[in-house]
Structure formats: C-alpha cells, structure tokens
C-alpha cells in the first residue's frame, strides 16, 4: 500500500489548461482553490494552440456575436445546442478583452486593436463570405493564455500540485466530494476532500495513430467519471483537422490557410474549388478533411502516395515569417522543407474530441439525459461537452471554449463552494486507488501494454476515423474490447515509486481504451453522417432520426446508450453548403 497524505480545499481543479486556470483564476475570488495537474501547468496543450481565439470584436471588419453563432451552429451541423452557443459566443467578446487587460500580447491593427484573420467556416452576414474573426498572437496564440493565465493565478495565490496525478474522483450519495491522486515525485496518494471539483483534464487524440495532440492528451478525467457510471455525450464525433505534417500528424495551423495558403493535389489543381465554392479552403474541417480523402482515394495524392500539398509559397514573405513563424519552424525542423519556396505535405490528422463529459451553461456535470445535475461536479474545456461544437468544431472555438466556460465554472464555485455544507468523504477513500496501483505492481511487465497501444491506435485510425462503415465499427468494437481484457493482465516492469512514468503510462493506456471503446460504439450506433462522423453506408445527415445527442454509460460490462434532444433556438437545421 502506499502511503497516503490528506489534504482540504473548498475547490479542487484538475487539469492546468486554459481551461483549467481560467476556471482556478475565478474560484479565487471566492474561496480557497488547488489546482492539480499532471504536467507543469504551462506545458499543458493549450500551450499549443496556433491560430487563434474567435471573437466578433469586428476590429478589421465589421462583425457580430450572432454571425458567429450562426457559423458555430452550422459548423456543427446542427448538433450545437444553440442556448450555449449563443452564451459563448456572446461571452467571447468579454472574455477576449479580460485576457487583453491581463497582458496577453495579441498581434495588432494599424490603429493598435486586437487584430483578426480568417479561420475555417467564420462569415460575414450568415455564410455571404469569410470574416476577420480570429484574434492571434502569432501562431502562438496558445502559448500566451497560458502564460498570461498561470501568472494570474500565481497573483492570487492559487495552490497548484503541479505533476500530481488524478487516479479517482470520489463521491458520495451522488454528491462529489474530493479527488484522490499521485504524486509523481514520491508515488504517494493525495486524498483532496473538497466541495467543489471541475474537470479540466483536455482530449484524447493519443487513441489515434496519426494525431495532433501531446502525448499527455489521453482523456484521463473523461475515463474515470466513466468508470463511476457518469455518462459521456456525443463521443462517435471526433474531429479530423486537414493538415498534419505527412506521417507526423504535427498541425500546420488553419491560420496557413487564413493567411492565404491553399491545398494541391498531384495536379496541382485547387482542388476545394469543387468541394466548397465559396469557403473555398476555409470550409469547416470535417468538410476539408474528407475532400483531402476523397482526393487521395482518387488518385490524385501526390505521387499516388496518401497525401496532398499545402501551397504558402504565393504568399509574402514576410507574411510566412512574421505571422505563421512556428509553424514555418516546423516545417523547416521535421521535414527539411522552406515554406517560402516548397510545398508542404500534409494529410488529415486526429485533432480533437468534440463528446465528453456532459455539462450545462453553468458548466455543472450531468448525471443523465434528464438534465440532473452532480451536485459538487464541474467541467469545462475539451474535455467537457456543453454542446458547443455539436458533430464538428470551428477553429479558434476551443480556445474560446475554454475560457468562457472555464470562467463560468470558475464563478459558479465562487458563488457556491462558500456558503456548501462539506460533504463527508467515503469510508477508504483511497481504497479503489490502492487497488488499481496494486494490481499493476502484481502483475507481470515487459513490452505487452506498448503492442496494445499501437493496435488501439492503428484500428481507431483504420475504422473510426474521417470515413466509417458498419463492418469496421463492428470489427473496432470487438478488437478494442479484446483489448480490454487484454490490458487486465498488464503490469510494471519498473516497480519502483519515485518518478515512475511507466505507472502513468500504463494508467493512460486504460483510459484510452476504454474511451476508444465508447467512441467506437457510439459511431457504429449512428446511422447518419453528420459532422466529423462520416458513414459510407449511411452517406446523408438524417434530421428525422438523429438529430440528438448520444449519452452513452458504463453499465455492467456493456456500453448503455441514451440519446436527448438538441436545444434549438434561433436557427432551424439547413442544408449545409459553404
Ligand atoms: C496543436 C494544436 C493546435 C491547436 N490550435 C488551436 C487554435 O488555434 N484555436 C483553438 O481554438 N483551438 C486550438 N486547438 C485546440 C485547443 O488548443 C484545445 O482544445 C484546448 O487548448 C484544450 O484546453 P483544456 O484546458 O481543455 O486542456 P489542455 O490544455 O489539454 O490541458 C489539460 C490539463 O489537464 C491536465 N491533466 C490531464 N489528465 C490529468 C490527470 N490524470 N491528472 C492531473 N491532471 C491531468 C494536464 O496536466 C493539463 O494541465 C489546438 C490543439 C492542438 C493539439
């Protein structure tokens, strides 16, 4: 067993993005907050984020809160839940102007404003053309909310556990009181009894082979609410973003494109002109990445090979290097290649989850498809799913994600963690922890979990990825549950406590899995496509039936799905051309 040190805060947040510190940052204001997080915070994938935060600030152009909740919702092909989209988008504005007044160094207009570019699937007067909508600071927009939001929290003395991992979430009689995790450095097991718990653990792109995301990114917070019976909503959407590097998977941000770059096939042709006329290669992802597809399928992959060209060497110069300077970094870097003068290849990569934990406005978790509320419970970010990206996310929409629902969680705890009774802990708190951590150092080691990761990852990328089909859901459902079972048997080769990385690795691993699981059964469940959720079988988006959201539950040993309805308010679902 390991030694166990127990520790009280009114609020406890799990996870250090952007996300997360927005939300640390405004639980401050009203109570005593801890924020646990397994990577330094500013490593977190926020940190990543190139291109921008969507805002209709209207600085180069004109613009308005609405326009940019339309493009949300069709971007989303109608599965957004428009009551949220309309608060976010509206909040964007607000958010955006905080973070100015907090430092952030956005990239400038003539005139000193924040400055704006184009983004996939932003426009002007409800589809009439691409708008300037993205706020930036270089490529590194990420970069600098992450900093500018750590050095706040530090201002306010917010607690942070940094390297400290969440291994379980405990609850009471419905209620959630506290989290129990491990301390990377010494292996032993934090009890954190608390009123108030929000989820800010980031995606799970690492179930893919081919994917954008850190390694970090493996859905660890989703996966254990799982685990404790809370559902998880809309998990067959996972959004594919058209350009990583050939084989790398490394984003070549949209902002490429926004700044005028576009796409190639073996011919040469601009090829988006036949796929969307007037976004042309600022269509929405989803879009984007099945015409990369369809071309490859064609033929007309450079070379016959399974990827195309991204062209920037039309543009200035000093465009490439003055406002995409990271990624020309890249470029240069893993491939050899001068943007200015080259072709870059690219194909389409995993990017992100737009299902996970289901929350309201309030960002408060969901216990089920009714609405009811876990008392104590919060998420926001990535890994929540309020819905505000339906089946398929706009760029620049989780960074304002993040924030405007990192905020609103923040302050919700703020208003309730003071004035909350404590919950009482659960007898042996620490005790279904001890146990999982027990069984891995029981079992047997050696390379076994690294052959289960890479099967996972190849089978998600071959049948749960931008196109689907009966026959390979069915096939990924049963190879991950093999999987599964297979990962029961697996254990440490490294039994040592202190800074025992392979302890997390293989507790990643579980999660996955498990995830891949729930995302591969929910997509063999929908019969339509819509969004990032391509069925060859079933090729168009079916309002009558499916237009709802799945909540899908862990009961026994068995996937249990549920569905509820989209809230709709302003914009009836339309046929989706850009
Ligand atoms: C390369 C790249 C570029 C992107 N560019 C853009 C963009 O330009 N615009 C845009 O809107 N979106 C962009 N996105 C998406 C966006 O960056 C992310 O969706 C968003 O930053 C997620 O923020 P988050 O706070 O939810 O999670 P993250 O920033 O991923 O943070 C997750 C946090 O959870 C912690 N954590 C996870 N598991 C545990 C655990 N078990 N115990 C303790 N802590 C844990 C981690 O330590 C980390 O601090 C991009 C994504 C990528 C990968």
């Known amino acids: 067993m390991r030694p166990v040190v127990r520790h009280q805060y009114d609020a406890v947040i799990v996870g250090a993005g952007g996300a997360g510190l927005m939300a640390a940052l405004e639980a401050s204001k009203g109570c005593r907050v801890a924020v646990v997080s397994k990577l330094y915070p500013t490593r977190s994938h926020t940190g990543t984020a190139q291109g921008g935060i969507g805002a209709a600030l209207g600085n180069r152009e004109p613009d308005n809160w609405e326009w940019h909740m339309f493009d949300t919702v069709k971007g989303g092909d109608y599965l957004v839940d428009q009551d949220a989209a309309e608060f976010m988008c509206?909040?964007?504005?607000?958010?955006?102007?905080?973070l100015e007044h907090m430092g952030l160094p956005f990239n400038r207009t003539p005139e000193g404003k924040i400055d704006q570019r184009k983004f996939g699937g932003h426009t002007k007067e409800f589809g009439k053309g691409p708008v300037q909508r993205s706020c930036f600071a270089a490529d590194r927009t990420g970069h600098m909310i992450l900093q500018t939001l750590y050095q706040q929290c530090i201002k306010r003395q917010v607690t942070f556990f940094d390297e400290y991992r969440l291994v379980d979430v405990l609850m009471r009689e419905g209620r959630c009181c506290g989290v129990v995790a491990l301390c990377l450095a010494t292996g032993e097991l934090h009890v954190i009894h608390a009123k108030a718990v929000l989820m800010a653990t980031g995606g799970f792109g690492r179930m893919y082979k081919v994917t954008s995301n850190a390694h970090t990114l493996t859905g660890d917070g989703c996966a254990i609410l799982w685990r404790r019976g809370l559902p998880l909503e809309d998990m067959e959407f996972f959004q594919f973003h058209p350009t990583g590097i050939y084989k790398l998977g490394i984003l070549i941000t949209e902002g490429a494109r926004g700044e005028g770059g576009v796409l190639r096939n073996r011919t040469g042709e601009r090829f988006m002109e036949r796929y969307a006329p007037t976004l042309l290669d600022l269509a929405p992802r989803d879009m984007v990445s099945r015409a990369v597809h369809q071309e490859i399928r064609a033929g007309r992959g450079i070379d016959g090979k399974d990827y195309v060209h991204l062209d920037l060497t039309h543009l200035d110069r000093r465009v490439i290097e003055e406002k995409l300077p990271d990624i020309?970094?890249?470029?240069?870097t893993y491939l050899g290649l001068d943007p200015v003068r080259e072709l870059i290849p690219i194909q389409p990569t995993a990017h992100y989850a737009m299902g996970g934990i289901p929350t309201n406005l309030n960002a408060e978790v969901l216990a089920?498809?009714?609405?009811r509320v876990v008392p104590g419970l919060y998420a926001a970010g990535e890994c929540a799913c309020v819905s505000v990206h339906g089946a398929n996310r706009l760029g620049t929409n989780s960074l304002v994600d993040i924030v405007v629902f990192g905020n609103r969680g923040g302050q919700r705890i703020a208003e309730?963690?003071?004035?909350?009774?404590?919950?009482?802990l659960p007898d042996d708190p620490e005790g279904?922890?001890?146990?999982?951590?027990?069984?891995?150092e029981?079992?047997?080691?050696?390379?076994?979990?690294?052959?289960?990761?890479?099967?996972?990852?190849?089978?998600?990328?071959?049948?749960v990825g931008v196109f689907r089909i009966h026959a390979g859901l069915q096939e990924a459902c049963e190879r991950v549950n093999r999987l599964r079972a297979a990962y029961q048997g697996v254990g440490l080769s490294d039994k040592g406590r202190r800074f025992n990385t392979e302890v997390e690795e293989l507790l990643e691993l579980g999660g996955l899995l498990d995830l891949a699981w729930v995302t591969a059964t929910a997509a063999l469940a929908r019969q339509e496509s819509r969004g990032g959720h391509s069925r060859e079988d079933f090729p168009n988006r079916d309002d009558a039936k499916w237009l709802k959201h799945s909540m899908a539950s862990l009961?026994?040993?068995?996937?249990?799905?549920?569905?509820?309805?989209?809230?709709?308010?302003?914009?009836?679902?339309?046929?989706?051309?850009?």
Do not use: C
């Open 90 to 98: 509206k909040e964007a504005i607000r958010v955006v102007y905080e």
């Open 328 to 332: 020309t970094d890249f470029v240069r």
């Open 368 to 371: 089920d498809e009714q609405g």
């Open 416 to 424: 309730w963690a003071p004035k909350a009774e404590w919950a009482a």
């Open 432 to 440: 279904s922890a001890q146990e999982q951590l027990a069984r891995l």
């Open 442 to 463: 029981a079992n047997r080691g050696g390379d076994e979990a690294a052959r289960l990761r890479a099967e996972m990852q190849q089978v998600m990328m071959d049948d």
């Open 555 to 578: 009961r026994g040993d068995a996937v249990q799905l549920a569905y509820k309805p989209v809230t709709i308010t302003r914009f009836q679902p339309q046929e989706r051309k850009y």
